[in-house]
């Protein structure tokens, strides 16, 4: 499969170059040049499938052509590793958990999906596209402000040829969020760098800038925007339609099934993959993108202007973004159609206010705990849904990662899962350093 670049202006890629490098060279975004559709045939018979055979059948489609199938089929099981259950809430509205995974958010499938395909390109090419270092282990380097960090990290750990060095800014992440990429060991470095977010992203961007780096190791990223984490998350919107499919069959009811997927978005790369399952023949009637305060992609659905503005903080921090990477692939798969946008996506925008009372009347009347960015999807499907459509939510992360937040909403007391508590009981081990990019890079080529 070859990759093309949303701003047009970069040589078409192959997936391992797509992979590798991540963003083009005209800074656009790496988009499949086909989807395929998948036959009527998979979708009459899918609730009789396990969410790894529906997995492998939807990787197969992207990565199929680039990909050895055993080796494939490897990777897919691999990843995952845990569920994602369809769990119901109330009448017509079911959520689809995504934060079975190590770090209990939806970004640990991506996250491990692409370490899992980086490794195969390293075993099976004499040179990974990565330059001309000697050493040939590949070099992640990920800032984060917390989140990302942690699904990169756990994505990566321990797998063969590959270090991770996650730069975070000291003091600025929550004690749970750092537990999690800081306690890890083997080839995961924490580096705890005296600055802001920005301050780490600048380092990050320097250092792939930097020839003598450059020439001493290779050096790729794991940004969010990679094929390789955001295509992936199409496997369990796959696995919902099945196992709703599934349901509704038990129930005996009629099988026309209006199903209306509601993601809870910020950089809009969750959603945009089941806009892409959609393309290749998924059965869902609409989506809702639900937004916290930032509602750049709300406005846009009501305006047709795409106007990109500075964050506001909120609860549902996860989805602080002011200009959504992700638009630019929807834009493009749409063929740049506000009408073909607006007419299957429709968008809610919630105030923190909102957030806390739709957390409140939710555990109040199902006895379900919403985290902040669940709770926008709730909200959305409680607002927006019509008669004989039935609502999935995506609840994209646990609310034990914001257990102050959601203890004091709730009024409760969220059980910690184990395998969070066996992070914060680990030791943590980090590298101080300051913003200085020389300081950064003396650091590396010691390495
Ligand atoms: C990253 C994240 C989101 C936003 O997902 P996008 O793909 O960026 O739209 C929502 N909720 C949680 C908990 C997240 O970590």
């Known amino acids: 499969m070859k990759y093309y670049s949303t701003n047009g202006k970069a040589p078409i890629a192959d997936l391992q170059k797509a992979v590798v490098k991540g963003l083009a060279e005209d800074r656009g975004l790496y988009m499949p ?17 396990s969410f790894q055979e529906i997995a492998y059948t939807v990787a197969d489609a992207f990565f199929g052509e ?67 270092a000697t050493d040939q282990t590949v070099n992640v380097l990920v800032a984060t402000s917390g989140d990302t960090g942690s699904a990169v990290a756990n994505g990566f750990l321990g797998v063969d040829g590959i270090h991770v060095y996650v730069l975070y800014p000291k003091g600025k992440v929550s004690n749970i969020q750092e537990s999690q990429f800081t306690t890890l060991g083997k080839n995961i470095t924490a580096v705890e760098v005296d600055g802001v977010f920005d301050d780490c992203q600048a380092l990050v961007k320097n250092a792939f800038m930097d020839e003598e780096l450059n020439q001493h190791m290779k050096l790729t990223s794991a940004n969010s925007i990679n094929v390789a984490r955001f295509l992936p998350q199409a496997f369990y919107y796959f696995n919902a339609y099945a196992r709703m499919k599934e349901n509704i069959k038990i129930k005996k009811c009629n099988n026309d099934l209006q ?36 509602d750049i992609f709300y406005k846009y659905l009501q305006t047709g202007k795409y106007e990109p503005k500075a964050s506001v903080q909120t609860l549902a921090n996860a989805m602080d973004v002011g200009d959504p990477s992700n638009f630019a692939r929807i834009y493009d798969l749409y063929g740049k159609s506000h009408e073909r946008i607006s007419s299957l996506i429709s968008g809610a925008t919630y105030s923190d206010a909102q957030i806390e009372k739709t957390m409140r009347q939710c555990y109040q009347e199902t006895g379900y705990t919403l985290d902040p ?56 081990q980090s590298i101080e350093l300051s913003k200085d990019f020389e300081d950064f890079k003396a650091f590396l080529m010691s390495r």
């Open 373 to 428: 960015h669940g709770a926008c999807g709730y909200r959305a499907l409680q607002e927006g849904l019509k008669d004989g459509e039935i609502g999935v939510f995506c609840e994209t992360a646990h609310p034990a990662k914001f257990k102050e937040t959601v203890d004091r909403i709730i009024g409760g007391d969220v059980e910690i899962p184990e395998r969070l508590a066996a992070f914060m009981r680990g030791q943590k």
């Open 259 to 294: 199903l209306v997927m509601c993601v809870p978005s910020g950089n809009f790369g969750n959603i945009c993959s089941a806009l892409f399952g959609h393309a290749m023949g998924l059965p869902i009637k609409r989506f809702i993108a639900a937004n916290n305060a930032n």
């Open 66 to 132: 680039d990909v050895e199938a055993e080796a494939l089929k490897k990777i897919v099981y691999d990843t995952l590793s845990f569920d994602c259950p369809v769990v119901k809430v109330k009448d017509n509205i079911y959520t689809l958990e995504l934060f079975h995974g190590p770090t209990l958010a939806f970004k640990d499938v991506g996250a491990r999906f692409m370490a899992r395909l980086l490794q195969y390109f390293i075993h099976h090419s004499s040179e990974c596209c990565c330059g001309t």
């Open 33 to 49: 040049e086909r989807i395929k559709q998948l036959p009527k045939e998979f979708f009459d018979t899918i609730e009789t499938k």
